[in-house]
């Protein structure tokens, strides 16, 4: 693959830097180097910002991880903090993030978090850039699933992002000024649960 992962991920422009076709190599590579790690077959979170080419990456490293035997359930929109915070909350053994956070909304990331919850390892990204596809048939996984996440999911992002939120005044409001997956689980909270403050997104959906 060459130097794929910078200080947060690998990110470029989508369709061109980043591709299908790398983001299905990278998801192939990094379920066998989890594999080898943990010694068993790998179970991987994955969420994805509002961008328009995330769901196209999302199908794609979802491919690449299932082809191998990794067991895959899928988030949806989500802020990366709730990812971070839910791939150790139940106890996965790592989760990717589809974002490339503040750059333009051509561009697309994929960053992949160990099961504490923190970055993966430099090590650990090296060896999957250094995967070969030819190791990949001899471990010889059988078995693969991938699911959509369902609500136990969307509503456990509430502890990690509305605790922040929690001395704002009643009738205050909170501002989204980002691509909008911030602002999901709290339109969530604010439809199906007492709100004091409501949640605005600010900003229209990333193409």
Do not use: W
């Amino acid at each position: 693959m060459g130097r794929l992962f910078g200080t947060d991920g690998a990110r470029g422009v989508a369709n061109t830097e980043i591709t299908c076709e790398l983001a299905m190599e990278i998801g192939r590579a990094a379920a066998m180097v989890l594999t080898k790690e943990n010694k068993k077959k790998p179970r991987v979170l994955i969420g994805m910002d509002t961008r328009a080419s995330s769901e196209m990456l999302e199908s794609a490293i979802s491919a690449g991880l299932c082809s191998v035997g990794a067991d895959v359930m899928l988030l949806g929109e989500i802020p990366t903090p709730a990812v971070a915070f839910l791939v150790k909350k139940y106890e996965y053994d790592a989760a990717v993030m589809i974002s490339a956070s503040h750059n333009p909304c051509e561009y697309n990331g994929i960053k992949i978090f160990q099961g504490t919850g923190y970055k993966l390892p430099d090590a650990l990204e090296e060896e999957i850039e250094a995967f070969e596809d030819e190791k990949i048939e001899e471990l010889g996984i059988e078995g693969l699933k991938l699911i959509q996440s369902d609500k136990l999911f969307k509503y456990g992002t509430d502890a990690v992002l509305l605790s922040k939120f929690a001395k704002v005044k009643k009738g205050g409001s909170v501002l989204d000024f980002c691509t909008g997956s911030g602002i999901i689980p709290l339109l969530m909270y604010a439809q199906n649960k007492e709100s004091s403050f409501d949640a605005l997104e600010i900003t229209e959906k990333a193409s």
